[in-house]
């Protein structure tokens, strides 16, 4: 199987050459931590966009943690977005959902802390909001911080990805105005096929991209 990506800087490189031409008015990229910054941080060098995190973390069947039954993003009123199907198909109950809520606004509360030390959010309201990561698969997690993005009232919601499969653009494609994605391979399997390297991200390696890009914006004020 070839490969579409040598890793996820290069998919932000790819992904920004197909974003420049439709010449997006006041955008803002937000990355969906940790596998999203380093493609996001690529997508906002090129546009020279402020770029921000969008904290969310998906909720997994207890006994296939990796099928997403649903997500919860952070914000004043934290939203839980289920995926009824998944719910429906393998009968998790709306309990333990909500008890994992919990636990992963616990971990959405640490990034925070942790990455960005309490810098306010980027403002998005009227602006073009991106919304970038490094592949979809389900689309759950993604479909949650979408909803919340709503509510800050970007003039315009951008979706923009390097793989994710068709049935999944199609369904995603409702939530936003507009929604960008390289590939859409069939049959899909997993967003890390696409890759020949897609080595997990630590807080550490999250710590020197947001440095690089706290370093970006210096620059151009000099």
């Not at 997508?43 to 969310?56: F, G, I, K, S």
């Not at 994710?164 to 409702?174: K, N």
């Not at 991200?201 to 999250?206: K, T």
Request: proline share 6%.
């Amino acid at each position: 199987m070839t490969r579409a990506f040598a890793n996820r800087t290069q998919a932000g490189q790819s992904l920004a050459q197909a974003l420049l031409p439709l010449k997006l008015e006041r955008p803002v990229v937000l990355a969906l931590p940790r596998g999203g910054i380093p493609v996001a941080l690529e997508v906002a060098r090129a546009l020279d966009a402020p770029m921000d995190l969008l904290l969310v973390r998906k909720i997994g069947v207890p006994w296939q943690r990796e099928l997403a039954v649903a997500a919860v993003v952070d914000g004043t009123r934290p939203e839980i977005v289920v995926d009824e199907e998944v719910q429906r198909s393998t009968g998790v109950e709306r309990s333990y959902i909500e008890a994992e809520a919990q636990r992963e606004l616990q971990e959405i509360e640490r990034r925070r802390r942790v990455y960005l030390k309490g810098r306010a959010p980027v403002e998005v309201t009227g602006c073009t909001a991106i919304v970038v990561d490094d592949g979809i698969a389900t689309g759950t997690t993604v479909r949650a911080a979408l909803k919340a993005l709503r509510r800050r009232e970007p003039a315009h919601l951008v979706l923009a990805v390097p793989v994710a499969p068709s049935d999944t653009v199609e369904a995603l494609a409702r939530e936003v105005d507009r929604i960008v994605c390289l590939r859409q391979p069939e049959p899909f399997y997993a967003i890390g096929l696409h890759y020949e390297d897609f080595s997990q991200l630590d807080d550490r390696e999250v710590l020197a991209l947001l440095a690089a890009d706290e370093e970006r914006h210096h620059a151009a004020k000099r």
